[in-house]
Nanobody, 116 residues
């Protein structure tokens, strides 16, 4: 079993930056990748980006070049640095941990609102 807890989030103006953090605990030796997804009101959850235990990251086209995922394996944490935020980035952001069996554990989510 893996537990995932996010922190960060909040209200930011368009063009601003925000950082989200996520920590995994429990059976962390089974974790292959960690990442972030988001869900805006009335929309399906979409993958924002993911990073493997070897540091290989991939991103959704909508955030590539603006968002950066980093991972500290020693601390079992993953960080999402979000720059040049846009109103369409407003959503609940969820951290996930993917184990070797491709089972995904989710955090409780944190709200990000981009508005002037």
């Amino acid at each position: 079993q893996v537990q995932v807890v996010e922190s960060g989030g909040g209200l930011v103006q368009p063009g601003g930056s925000l950082r989200l953090s996520c920590t995994a605990s429990g059976s962390i030796e089974s974790i292959y990748a960690m990442g972030w997804s988001r869900q805006a009101p009335g929309k399906q959850r979409e993958l924002v980006g993911q990073i493997t235990d070897r540091g290989r990251a991939n991103y959704a086209e909508s955030v590539r070049g603006r968002f950066t995922i980093s991972r500290d394996n020693a601390k079992n944490t993953v960080t999402l640095q979000m720059n040049n935020l846009k109103p369409e980035d407003t959503a609940v952001y969820y951290c996930h941990a993917l184990n070797m069996g491709l089972y995904m554990y989710w955090g409780q989510g944190t709200q990000v609102t981009v508005s002037s």
